[in-house]
């Protein structure tokens, strides 16, 4: 493609099209000549009608469940991103009708569309009946969770999102149950944050008397049943391990999730000194079989430890000799 130009000696230049924009000399008269830029092209669609509603505008690096969406699918599909670091955050992406529930006193901000509501259970039986929901509030009731869980539904038109928070420094990881066999998953009592509509939200009993005593997760852990997104928290870094049958031994509070085909006991952490002097607790927690695991580096317990020993008065030179003798000058 050419661009056609006059100059002002009457000599008609033909331009190339990569010098739009730019300025070329006559040669002829040696006159510098500005060629015009191009349009910018505008696409031609066929005539369609247009929707009188606002869209929200979709933040970006939007992600959807591996599992796509079928006949007989009982969880809600929705899309989502995490921001953040180390104070991480879940935007949930609902489409008109979808749902998402979460632990309440979760949620950060919701757009216009989005209508909440508390609710007792997680919603994925709607037919059990008053005694079938006083028996799923029983249950979170025994895990230390609260008794209502929060629905947040997207009843406008077009995209709107709805963000949770972590409740403490660490990362939240999406988990498509789909993915794992027999749709459920295995986790410690708080790890559980949001999850699509449909996934139920129960507990799970650890049948060993040594493994619910001295295993970090007692004898109740929360379990979530179903077929859509699952989103959970844990403090620091998460990662995930896939066994192929060998044995992984985790400190006991580490442990975040894992897949419940897999079994789960404990053992001693070594003999009587290294048990009482090694630092790492009286028994690990071990994990044997194939599927994965999800291991946190920074339980909050070791966090809340470290932060009571920590807590003082400031300004007494801490960490040093000088400031634990001022301590104890003063009485503290």
């Given at each position: 493609?050419?661009?056609?130009?006059?100059c002002?000696?009457?000599?008609?230049?033909a331009i190339?099209?990569?010098?739009?924009g730019?300025?070329?000399?006559?040669?002829s008269?040696?006159?510098?000549?500005?060629?015009?830029?191009?349009?910018?092209p505008?696409?031609?669609?066929a005539?369609?009608?247009?929707?009188?509603?606002?869209?929200?505008a979709?933040?970006?690096?939007?992600?959807?469940s591996?599992?796509g969406?079928?006949?007989?699918?009982?969880?809600?599909?929705?899309?989502?991103?995490i921001v953040?670091?180390?104070?991480?955050?879940?935007?949930v992406?609902?489409?008109?009708?979808?749902?998402?529930?979460a632990?309440?006193?979760?949620?950060?901000y919701?757009?216009?569309?989005?209508?909440?509501?508390?609710?007792?259970g997680?919603?994925?039986?709607?037919?059990?009946?008053?005694?079938?929901?006083?028996m799923?509030?029983?249950?979170?009731?025994?895990?230390?969770e609260?008794?209502f869980?929060?629905?947040?539904?997207?009843?406008?038109?077009?995209?709107?999102?709805?963000?949770?928070?972590?409740?403490?420094?660490?990362?939240?990881?999406?988990?498509?149950?789909?993915?794992?066999?027999?749709?459920?998953?295995i986790?410690?009592?708080?790890?559980?944050?949001?999850?699509?509509?449909?996934?139920?939200?129960t507990?799970?009993?650890n049948?060993?008397?040594?493994?619910?005593?001295?295993?970090?997760?007692?004898?109740?852990m929360?379990?979530?049943?179903?077929?859509?997104?699952?989103?959970?928290?844990?403090?620091?870094?998460?990662?995930?391990?896939e066994?192929?049958?060998?044995?992984?031994r985790?400190d006991?509070?580490?442990?975040?999730?894992?897949?419940?085909?897999?079994?789960?006991?404990?053992?001693?952490?070594?003999?009587?000194?290294?048990?009482f002097?090694g630092?790492?607790?009286?028994?690990?927690?071990?994990?044997?079989?194939?599927?994965?695991v999800?291991?946190?580096?920074?339980?909050?317990?070791?966090?809340?430890?470290?932060i009571?020993?920590?807590a003082?008065?400031?300004?007494k030179?801490?960490?040093s000799?000088?400031g634990?003798l001022?301590?104890?000058?003063?009485?503290?």
């Amino acid at each position: 493609m050419t661009l056609n130009l006059h100059c002002q000696c009457g000599k008609q230049l033909a331009i190339p099209e990569t010098y739009a924009g730019k300025r070329v000399k006559c040669p002829s008269c040696a006159a510098v000549l500005q060629v015009p830029a191009l349009p910018e092209p505008i696409d031609v669609v066929a005539d369609t009608p247009v929707s009188s509603f606002p869209v929200s505008a979709a933040p970006k690096n939007m992600h959807r469940s591996g599992h796509g969406g079928g006949a007989n699918r009982r969880s809600h599909e929705v899309d989502y991103e995490i921001v953040g670091n180390d104070m991480q955050m879940v935007i949930v992406e609902l489409d008109p009708g979808e749902t998402v529930i979460a632990e309440a006193g979760a949620m950060t901000y919701m757009e216009e569309g989005i209508q909440f509501e508390a609710k007792m259970g997680d919603g994925s039986e709607p037919d059990t009946g008053f005694f079938g929901k006083m028996m799923s509030v029983g249950k979170r009731a025994i895990t230390g969770e609260s008794l209502f869980m929060t629905h947040f539904t997207h009843t406008g038109a077009g995209k709107s999102h709805v963000a949770f928070a972590a409740p403490y420094p660490g990362k939240i990881i999406p988990i498509d149950l789909a993915t794992i066999p027999g749709n459920d998953l295995i986790c410690q009592k708080d790890a559980f944050l949001c999850a699509a509509f449909g996934t139920q939200v129960t507990i799970a009993f650890n049948k060993k008397i040594g493994t619910g005593l001295f295993g970090g997760e007692g004898f109740i852990m929360q379990k979530l049943v179903g077929d859509g997104l699952a989103f959970i928290h844990a403090g620091g870094t998460i990662i995930e391990r896939e066994l192929h049958g060998e044995t992984l031994r985790v400190d006991t509070g580490c442990l975040v999730a894992f897949e419940p085909h897999m079994e789960y006991n404990i053992e001693r952490a070594g003999n009587l000194k290294s048990m009482f002097l090694g630092g790492e607790g009286l028994f690990l927690a071990t994990l044997r079989g194939h599927g994965r695991v999800w291991l946190q580096s920074l339980p909050m317990r070791r966090l809340s430890e470290r932060i009571v020993a920590n807590a003082g008065p400031s300004g007494k030179g801490e960490g040093s000799i000088l400031g634990s003798l001022g301590n104890l000058l003063d009485g503290d």
